[in-house]
């Protein structure tokens, strides 16, 4: 099986000045990480905040620059799904627009090829046509959850990081969702890297799973033999809470 | 939220005040009831009558063909001030406020210089050094409310570039100037919009203080400004002078001023 992304030796840092005339101080916050994407693979990432979850989706993403190592992505244009479903849709835009914005930056659509896909779209992730005309104001947080994963998915990926992306909903809208992100993942062959704090939502959603603390990899390997035996005594507290 | 499609109604009666005084001024490029501009010794100071709607002034004109007259001059002036700084401030606003960095710096700064002199008195250097005329005036103060805008726009700007829907562009490839103008702006238009009418309410005054100071329209042509200032002459023995032009400033005003509170309330 072929992988989308291989990442090795990463290590990315800040500079942070506190004071004008010091020299700035150099702080690590991803040491050593090295880990595969398979094709067609959930990878859970789970850790405490601060521990540079965001800032290793950041790094995979080419947001922020990093200082060695090397990320190599074998498809085009990697998405992110992001946590707050109220500030991931544009408010004066049409749900049409939103999901036909993607295909505009690519070109070669017509009008009307654009406004068939977005159709088509919305009901892949669930919603009917009818919205297309809809602002994001008219719509619950898990049906603008379903726009923003439609969005991501215009551009057809193959790869997406889903930075925490069922934690601002509630329970039931949860599992909807969830569903959702596996049931796309069989049809269009996507791989997720899902970032979540969330250790049952990993365990449903995951093939494989990594745990970061520190910066670092501490453990990784198949969900059901991390979750369910842990080595690393972080691992196994982060499982017992 | 808009639950229905019921216009606002502060934005109906502003729009009311705005299109009468727009039509009468338009009217007034074609037909006055009077020779604007023509003098007549016999009916110098006339209160206001059916004959001379808001009485004649001190050359015998009547004031209400001069309104209709100096109406469009102020009104093009006002315009034509806050389309310059609009503008000009929307782009560098966005400018500034998506890019952040050193280019930001230097531009707020230079916008806190030209902040930090009374308006009206940069307005004079500017004018010293361009000349007098009507063209030179829209420029000083197009110039001088440029600042106003910028910041506005750039507050803005700076809100909305930490939202995830401008990353999510981003990632998709959406390049800067789209993000800024197609994703952003929109979001921004209705704040930028209700500084634009009070912009428009800010630059009517200055211009007729302007006028008032003698730098605005050349004598004879009319502005609402000039003329409240050759009314000034004559405020215990002629009312009536004053009047005309000073509440047609105020009704202008007021419309904008509705028009602006309107737009605000039925954004949000």
Redesign the interface.
């Known amino acids: 099986m072929s992988n989308v992304l291989e990442v090795r030796d990463l290590y990315v840092g800040y500079y942070n000045k506190k004071k004008l005339f010091e020299p700035a101080q150099y702080k690590e916050v991803l040491k050593d990480i090295t880990f595969d994407i398979r094709e067609n693979e959930i990878m859970g990432l789970v850790g405490q905040s601060g521990c540079g979850k965001t800032t290793l989706s950041k790094a995979i993403?080419g947001?922020i620059p990093y200082k060695s190592g090397d990320i190599k992505h074998m498809t085009t244009?990697?998405?992110?799904i992001?946590q707050?479903p109220y500030?991931?849709?544009?408010?004066?835009?049409k749900i049409g627009w939103i999901l036909e914005?993607?295909l505009k930056?690519?070109g070669g659509y017509t009008k009307a090829e654009r406004k068939d896909k977005a159709i088509w779209m919305l009901e892949k992730v669930g919603l009917s046509g009818d919205y297309y005309n809809r602002l994001p104001?008219e719509l619950s947080g898990g049906q603008r959850q379903r726009i923003?994963i439609g969005?991501?998915l215009m551009?057809n990926p193959g790869f997406i990081i889903a930075d925490e992306p069922v934690s601002a909903l509630d329970v039931t809208v949860q599992a909807q969702i969830m569903d959702l992100l596996l049931e796309l993942k069989e049809e269009m062959k996507l791989s997720y890297l899902f970032i979540s704090h969330d250790i049952d939502v990993i365990y449903q959603m995951c093939d494989r799973v990594m745990v970061l603390n520190n910066g670092e990899i501490v453990e990784m390997g198949e969900v059901t033999q991390v979750l369910d035996n842990p080595k690393d005594s972080y691992t196994k507290m982060l499982v017992s809470l | 939220m808009r639950k229905n499609k019921k216009i606002d109604s502060f934005i109906l009666a502003g729009g009311l005040i705005i299109v009468i005084l727009m039509l009468l001024s338009l009217i007034g490029f074609f037909y006055t009831p009077y020779e604007p501009n023509k003098m007549d010794a016999a009916s110098k100071f006339l209160a206001p009558s059916l004959k001379h709607f808001m009485g004649t002034d001190h050359f015998g004109r009547d004031i209400f063909s001069r309104v209709m007259k100096g109406l469009g001059t102020t009104a093009t002036v006002g315009l034509s001030i806050v389309v310059i700084s609009g503008t000009a401030g929307a782009i560098l606003g966005l400018l500034t406020g998506y890019f952040g960095g050193i280019a930001d710096e230097i531009i707020m700064r230079i916008c806190d210089m030209i902040n930090g002199f009374p308006s009206i008195l940069l307005a004079l250097v500017f004018i010293s050094v361009l000349g007098s005329g009507i063209t030179n005036v829209i420029l000083a103060l197009g110039i001088i409310y440029i600042p106003s805008f910028t910041r506005i726009v750039r507050s803005e700007t700076i809100k909305y570039r930490n939202y995830d829907f401008v990353k999510s562009a981003r990632l998709m490839g959406v390049g800067s100037i789209r993000i800024m103008f197609v994703h952003i702006f929109p979001n921004i238009f209705s704040t930028f919009l209700a500084s634009v009418t009070v912009g428009i309410n800010n630059a009517i005054l200055a211009e007729a203080g302007m006028s008032y100071l003698g730098i605005g329209v050349n004598p004879p042509a009319a502005s609402l400004g000039s003329m409240l200032s050759d009314a000034q002459a004559y405020l215990q023995s002629a009312p009536w002078y004053a009047l005309g032009p000073g509440l047609t400033i105020i009704l202008m005003i007021l419309g904008f001023s509705l028009l602006s509170e309107g737009i605000r309330r039925s954004s949000c």
Do not use: G, T, W
């Open positions: 993403l947001v244009r990697p998405q992110m992001f707050d500030s991931s849709l544009n408010p004066v835009k914005e993607p930056v690519i104001k923003s969005q991501a551009q």
